[in-house]
């Protein structure tokens, strides 16, 4: 008799409760096997190696598109209205108060009326495309960019030079801009020194509308944290855009921010409430809807092929299993005949294959969320080793590769890999159970 076999000597009878404690013994003795004693060890340790990379590969991917997707949110939204208000033009002496009103609304944030406009800058060194937004110097100060709020900071965004006291001060506004820092670059000006705006819109004369020009002090440099934002954003007072760009004095619309940007239904419905007839409401996501859009597909198109290659690593159990049931014929054969049932022989080859996809989804979860975790040194290493700039601002408009853990995401992989595990050992141990030992024993 083989060892393996004499090890089943002390086996249960049929009564014993299933899992028991001789299931969990046999199944991992023949895990450990070695090669001459029948043992697929080999093909275990690639099973499991497999498992625990495509479970690492999925966390990391998928925490690296939640990154990304909170990332360019939190910074559009940093520049851009959650919800945009526009009064009828026959109303418009209503948005000032109107967006009084609206601020003081539970989940709300800040609301101020905004003009804008296009411009060309030019600093006698260069010329640049710039769009310019019109805002009241106190709506200014409460923007996330400005105070900091809302993980602004952490983003990546916020005044990188400069400041706002100056912002809105003087005749009509003043003469003071907020300028996005990729553009202050391009032109070769900082804090303090003076660019010219020039309007296509300005004034309408007997021979048509004439281009307007006027020069401005740069009060400090905005860093949106979005290469393509910071290369043509300009905040202008509200009094001295509507002039420049000869655009109603109360604005445009009203630029709403809310606490909750993913969910703005309750304040939308309470604004319609309040809003003269007329009045057109909407989200940042129906401006924005083609890139929302592309988001959200994105995101399931990559969690379902990834998901397929957790199933295709734990395809792997399926060989493992069966190359054990075929080497420990002879002994599941003696286990039957000393009592033991199908249901308990089905058990042990079901615990062997599933305590191989069950360490494996750990590991794999541990080594994603170590590679989450460190996600900027990785980053830096890889950089470092190819020599090149793996991820290029100029590129991918972000300067870092952003990763953020969703612990339902987590849930759903680890769930994920310990069911496709699961599922993977249940044909091998059926056709262990199935064994006659009779017709196993009959050439021994």
Avoid: C
Avoid at 27 to 49: D, E, N, P, Q
Avoid at 54 to 64: D, G
Avoid at 257 to 262: G, H, K, Q
């Amino acid at each position: 008799m083989s060892s393996d076999a004499a090890a089943t000597e002390a086996a249960p009878q049929s009564g014993a409760a299933p899992f028991s404690r001789y299931e969990f013994l046999l199944a991992f003795k023949y895990l450990r096997a070695r090669r001459k004693h029948g043992g697929v060890t080999l093909i275990s340790v690639i099973s499991f190696v497999g498992i625990m990379l495509a479970v690492a590969v999925l966390i990391t991917v998928m925490s690296v598109m939640n990154g990304f997707r909170h990332e360019l949110l939190t910074r559009l939204l940093g520049v851009q209205p959650h919800v945009y208000v526009m009064v009828p033009a026959d109303q418009g002496e209503l948005s000032r108060t109107l967006a009084d009103r609206i601020r003081a609304l539970d989940g709300v944030r800040q609301a101020g009326p905004v003009a804008t406009g296009q411009a060309l800058v030019t600093s006698g060194r260069s010329a640049a495309f710039a769009s310019v937004s019109g805002v009241r110097p106190e709506d200014l100060a409460r923007f996330d960019l400005i105070t900091g709020a809302h993980g602004a900071d952490d983003a990546g965004g916020g005044l990188a030079a400069g400041s706002i006291d100056r912002f809105g001060e003087g005749r009509n506004g003043g003469d003071v801009i907020i300028m996005g820092t990729v553009m202050a670059n391009q032109l070769g000006v900082g804090v303090g020194d003076q660019v010219t705006l020039v309007s296509p819109q300005g004034a309408t004369t007997a021979l048509g509308m004439t281009p307007r020009s006027k020069r401005y002090t740069i009060g400090g440099l905005l860093s949106v944290g979005v290469q393509d934002l910071d290369q043509v954003l300009i905040y202008m007072p509200l009094d001295q855009a509507s002039l420049f760009f000869n655009k109603p004095a109360q604005g445009e619309y009203i630029d709403v921010r809310i606490a909750n940007p993913d969910a703005p239904e309750p304040v939308m419905e309470q604004i319609r409430a309040m809003a003269p007839q007329g009045a057109v409401i909407f989200d940042w996501r129906r401006q924005n809807q083609a890139f929302w859009n592309a988001l959200q597909v994105e995101r399931v198109a990559m969690r379902l092929i990834l998901s397929a290659i957790v199933l295709i690593a734990a395809m792997n159990i399926i060989s493992g299993l069966v190359m054990l049931v075929k080497n420990k014929t002879k002994d599941i054969a003696i286990l039957r005949t000393m009592g033991a049932s199908q249901g308990a022989v089905m058990r042990i080859f079901l615990i062997a294959g599933a305590a191989v996809g069950v360490l494996g989804t750990l590991a794999g979860i541990a080594l994603g969320l170590l590679a989450v975790i460190g996600i900027g040194p990785l980053q830096d290493f890889v950089s470092w080793v190819s020599g090149v700039n793996v991820f290029d601002p100029s590129v991918y408009s972000l300067y870092r590769l952003p990763a953020r853990l969703d612990w339902g995401e987590v849930a759903f992989v680890s769930f994920w890999g310990f069911f496709t595990s699961l599922i993977a050992t249940l044909a091998p141990s059926w056709r262990a159970g199935r064994i006659d030992p009779v017709e196993a024993l009959r050439y021994e």
